[in-house]
């Protein structure tokens, strides 16, 4: 939680009207500077005892690390996490629970769910016809009922790599005992909950994918995913977030042999992460001068352990930009011939 007075009342009125009551709530304060924490305190009778507010020693900036500190705190059987502006449908933990035991499931994890643009999240009708929503594939159905998978990585990360598998953690009930005998956590980076469903995906006995839709992810233009950062903070935590991937993942497989035997699944992860970062941000990249990107890269690399890494993010960038600019020259084209369309008509 870090600075929601104007949401954080709808998110702990959706897990007050949960038909599931046997859980606790754990709020981890990111430092809020408004009035979130007297908010929390206000709610902690309604709760009855099963509401705590931690706090962390100094604001992080990103959820990785008040993760880690909630799933410390927590002595729950299964975990879910909520960003602190969104809110759930009234059966949401019923649903992921049932799901879980029913398969004695490590994960349970929902295929899809619902996008409510800011301005209309307090209206229930408009909410009432909303579509299930997957940003990966749209409204594309993929399961119309529970996919088990049990032990076959291969499978998992192939379906991971196809870009068929949302990875919010908002998105799963995760078996608390999993997460710690596997001392899987959250990392201070960009896309941290992707990384956790890698290891997730890369350790679970058995992992359900459901056709459920519980969680509603409100567009919060004030939210740390759409906070403005400077171009050289920017491309920083890009190549931050793409190194300590490299190294945890490297060191998360190191001793399961069946990741020893298939280095190309590993390599698929690699590069779905790399895609994720540099989705949608080409725009950004077009204000840097090649000659200036590849000293960037240089510097951050120097280390001289990722040389091979250092020029296939370059080559990537660099193919993007070439299309962005084959892209724009083709408009200009097609605007100038309209021109004169235009023009000889008259």
């Given amino acids: 939680m870090y600075n929601v007075e104007k949401y954080v009342r709808d998110c702990l009125d959706s897990l007050l009207a949960q038909t599931l009551k046997n859980f606790e709530v754990i709020v981890v304060d990111d430092c809020s500077t408004d009035s979130s924490p007297a908010i929390l305190q206000s709610y902690a009778e309604k709760f009855g005892g099963r509401l705590k507010l931690a706090h ?5 900036g990103s959820a990785g690390f008040p993760r880690n500190k909630g799933i410390e705190f927590s002595r729950g059987e299964y975990i879910f996490n909520m960003d602190s502006d969104d809110f759930v449908t009234p059966t949401a933990l019923e649903e992921l629970y049932a799901q879980a035991k029913k398969f004695d499931a490590d994960v349970v994890h929902c295929e899809k769910f619902y996008v409510v643009p800011d301005e ?68 201070d980076i960009t896309a941290e909950d992707m990384l956790f469903t890698i290891c997730e995906l890369c350790s679970a006995k058995r992992y359900v994918l459901l056709p459920n839709v519980i969680y509603y992810y409100r567009q919060n233009e004030g939210s740390i995913t759409h906070a403005k950062k400077t171009l050289p903070e920017f491309l920083s935590r890009k190549v931050k977030a793409l190194k300590t991937v490299i190294r945890y993942i490297e060191e998360f497989l190191s ?31 077009m204000q840097v001068p090649a000659p200036a990107l590849d000293a960037f890269l240089q510097k951050e690399f120097s280390d001289g352990n990722h040389k091979a890494l250092t020029t296939l993010l370059f080559s990537m960038v660099n193919s993007y930009r070439l299309q962005l600019i084959g892209a724009h020259q083709r408009i200009s084209q097609l605007e100038n011939e309209i021109k004169s369309l235009k023009a000889a008509k008259k």
């Avoid at 962390?56 to 992080?60: A, E, F, G, L, P």
């Avoid at 991971?160 to 956590?185: A, P, S, T």
């Avoid at 035997?261 to 080409?282: A, T």
Wanted: charged share 30%; with cysteine.
């Fill in 120 to 187: 209309f999240s307090y209206h229930s009708e408009f909410r009432k016809h909303l579509k299930p929503w997957n940003y990966l594939t749209g409204e594309k159905v993929l399961i119309t009922e529970p996919l088990v998978w049990e032990n076959n990585f291969e499978e998992r990360i192939k379906f991971f790599g196809q870009r068929k598998l949302i990875w919010n953690m908002c998105n799963q009930l995760v078996r608390r005992d999993f997460i710690v005998n596997n001392e899987i956590q959250f990392c």
């Fill in 56 to 60: 962390m020693k100094k604001n992080t």
């Fill in 255 to 285: 001793d399961r042999e069946f990741f020893s035997r298939r280095p190309d699944l590993k390599y698929i992860l690699f590069d779905m992460f790399i895609n994720e970062l540099l989705n949608g941000v080409m725009e950004i990249y």
